[in-house]
């Protein structure tokens, strides 16, 4: 998704990219957290990397490319990161669960093979896992 078709004129000044995503574009996917960007909930990603839309105006990202969790399909088809958190049933809640992916989403990008230490950095700050990513069972050879 582009924010380039909208015009500027059509924000205002005080809400955010969080809340333009959920309540005009109808793009739910994008948890509404603790809007201090702390929770991550709000995760998307802004030209490929990780941002927190509760922290950004849109008139910040206008000429930028978002992405949300409902972004990552492609003709129909989940993304394979999204595939097996289903298949694995990883969601916990599933209320962290779209920051988590686009966060996952977003390394892959950049490090197909990502060492152990990358996983842990990409993904350290996601809370709603308890104890942080250190009690997550990330296979051996990664």
């Known amino acids: 998704m582009s924010m380039e078709n909208v015009e500027k004129s059509q924000f205002r000044y005080t809400i955010t990219l969080l809340e333009v995503l959920r309540e005009d574009l109808g793009l739910i996917g994008t948890k509404h957290g603790c809007e201090l960007g702390e929770c991550r909930a709000c995760t998307v990603l802004i030209d490929g990397q990780p941002s927190l839309s509760c922290l950004v105006l849109p ?7 978002i992405t949300t969790i409902e972004g990552v399909e492609t003709n129909g088809h989940l993304h394979p990161l999204r595939e097996t958190f289903a298949e694995l049933g990883a969601a916990q809640c599933g209320y962290c669960t779209p920051g988590i992916l686009l966060s996952g989403i977003a390394l892959l990008r950049h490090h197909p093979q990502p060492t152990r230490a990358q996983m ?3 993904l350290a700050a996601v809370p709603g896992i308890p104890g942080s990513t250190r009690q997550w069972k990330l296979p051996p050879s990664a």
Not at 59 to 65: F, G, I, L, Y
């Open 120 to 122: 842990q950095e990409a």
């Open 59 to 65: 008139v910040e990202v206008q000429e930028s490319e």
